[in-house]
């Protein structure tokens, strides 16, 4: 059974920077889709950022391109999220997830069917 446990969000000034870690644990951690989602109350889940276990290549929300970076660590069976240009409006509730590997789209949670506990990130003005 996969097993997420998210960690490094906090509170910080507009245009500040946070780091978010997703350890992955509970399957062979290779070639699978890994993401980082956020929602706040009353919004649907929305996907922010993605990338393949064992590979490099990205996938960004309009919303967060420029200037959040996502990242893993295959030693460690780390995804990170790094969030820099801070703005008030990506306050949320920040939650790394794994696909499904059903072939369904990347930024649709619904095809996720492992979710970490979530790390909240509030960012003020």
């Known amino acids: 059974q996969v097993q997420l446990v998210e960690s490094g969000g906090g509170s910080v000034q507009a245009g500040g920077s946070l780091k978010l870690s997703c350890k992955v644990s509970g399957y062979t951690y290779n070639r699978r889709w890994m993401a980082w989602f956020r929602q706040t109350p009353g919004k649907e889940r929305e996907g922010v950022a993605m990338?393949?276990?064992?590979?490099?290549?990205?996938d960004y929300a309009d919303s967060v391109k420029g200037r959040f970076t996502v990242s893993q660590d295959n030693a460690k069976k780390t995804v990170y999220l790094q969030m820099n240009s801070l703005k008030p409006e990506d306050t949320a509730m920040y939650y790394c997830a794994a696909h499904s590997r059903n072939g369904g789209s990347l930024y649709d949670p619904r095809n996720y069917n492992a979710w970490g506990q979530g790390t909240q990130v509030t960012v003020s003005s």
């Open positions: 990338i393949p276990t064992g590979g490099d290549i990205t």
